[in-house]
């Protein structure tokens, strides 16, 4: 699945048009490489968004076109 489409699936950001915007801004790390919105997000994969001059580390869990509010969280966990 995209990077920018599990952003916004997994709702750590909640627009696809402003996860595109933080990829393309250099804000988005995968496993420790800065990554574009286009990037392949696999099970287990460790993504890293800068949110102003807090940063959000996350574990990828699963993976799934679309998910209901409440299930969202179980896409991923925080490091």
């Given amino acids: 699945m995209r990077l920018d489409k599990f952003l916004k699936v997994s709702r750590i950001i909640k627009r696809r ?3 595109n915007e933080a990829c393309d801004a250099g804000r988005v ?4 490489k800065t990554a574009k919105a286009s990037t392949e ?11 102003g001059s807090r940063p959000v580390k996350a574990e990828v869990l699963g993976i799934q076109e679309t998910t209901k509010k409440d299930e969202a969280s179980e896409l991923f966990r925080y490091l």
């Fill in 41 to 51: 997000v696999k099970v287990g994969d460790v993504i890293e968004v800068q949110f």
């Fill in 17 to 19: 048009t402003v996860a």
């Fill in 29 to 32: 790390q995968v496993n420790g």
